[in-house]
């Protein structure tokens, strides 16, 4: 069974401080995402990345940055975090081409 | 820019009524189609996905789902639904014959009633 996991379920966190969240999937898979989940707007997409140290923007980029060292990992960053920043934030891999995406149980982030 | 249509947001039922929850897309090339569905408290799973050939889809649980190419739809129905079926339900998109980022749906939070 292919497995994506979010190493942190549940975080607290202060405006301001910076935070990792960490995806790594054990499929090999070269295409890794980062969406953001809240209620009523579905899921959006903030960056997605290809390969090893590529990235593209997604959707809404903004306030975030992420990482790709190694082919399992794919690191999502709030350099500083901010109340706004309050969501359910998901990381799904595919190999690519026809395949399916799969995502991990989610990751429940609050700004206080 | 790609976008996907979920024209219900909040679907309530009773057990054993029928279901069908619509999905519209707007990108004219080739699509691949998916449904996922999310359980509370559980993460996305996915219910079924279309990528070429016939058009009805069967997926897990009895769900199935028909890409109509020329509404540019892909409509969820379920001929019976039971209370274990209470989820939100998102329809995704990605274009072309390479999987790249999926578009997601608005979702619909399908609620059953014993």
């Known amino acids: 069974d292919v497995k994506v996991t979010q190493s942190s379920r549940y975080l607290v966190k202060r405006t301001g401080e910076k935070v990792f969240l960490e995806c790594v999937q054990d499929?090999?898979?070269?295409?890794m995402f980062w969406y953001r989940q809240d209620p009523g707007l579905g899921l959006r997409l903030i960056y997605f990345?290809?390969?090893?140290?590529?990235?593209e923007k997604g959707d809404i980029p903004e306030g975030y940055s992420v990482s790709r060292e190694k082919k399992e990992r794919f690191s999502l960053i709030l350099e500083s975090a901010s109340t706004n920043q309050t969501s359910m934030y998901l990381c799904?891999?595919?190999?690519?081409?026809?395949?399916?995406?799969?995502f991990g149980e989610g990751s429940w982030l609050t700004v206080v | 820019a790609q976008s996907v249509s979920q024209h219900n947001h909040h679907v309530i039922l009773s057990e054993a009524a029928s279901l069908e929850l619509g999905c519209n897309y707007s990108?004219?090339?080739?699509?691949?189609l998916f449904w996922y569905v999310q359980y509370p408290g559980q993460h996305l799973q996915l219910l079924l996905k279309?990528?070429?050939?016939?058009?009805l889809v069967k997926g897990i649980k009895g769900f199935e789902a028909e890409f109509i190419k020329s509404k540019f739809s892909f409509n969820l129905r379920k001929p019976s639904v039971q209370w274990s079926d209470t989820a939100e339900y998102f329809c995704?998109?990605?274009?072309?014959?390479?999987?790249?980022?999926?578009?997601f749906g608005r979702g619909t939070q399908l609620t059953v009633w014993p």
């Open positions: 799904a891999s595919t190999p690519g081409g026809r395949n399916t995406i799969y």
């Open positions: 279309y990528f070429s050939g016939d058009p």
């Open positions: 990345s290809y390969d090893v140290k590529m990235k």
């Open positions: 995704a998109v990605t274009r072309g014959s390479t999987l790249g980022r999926l578009y």
């Open positions: 990108y004219g090339g080739t699509v691949n």
């Open positions: 499929m090999d898979h070269e295409n």
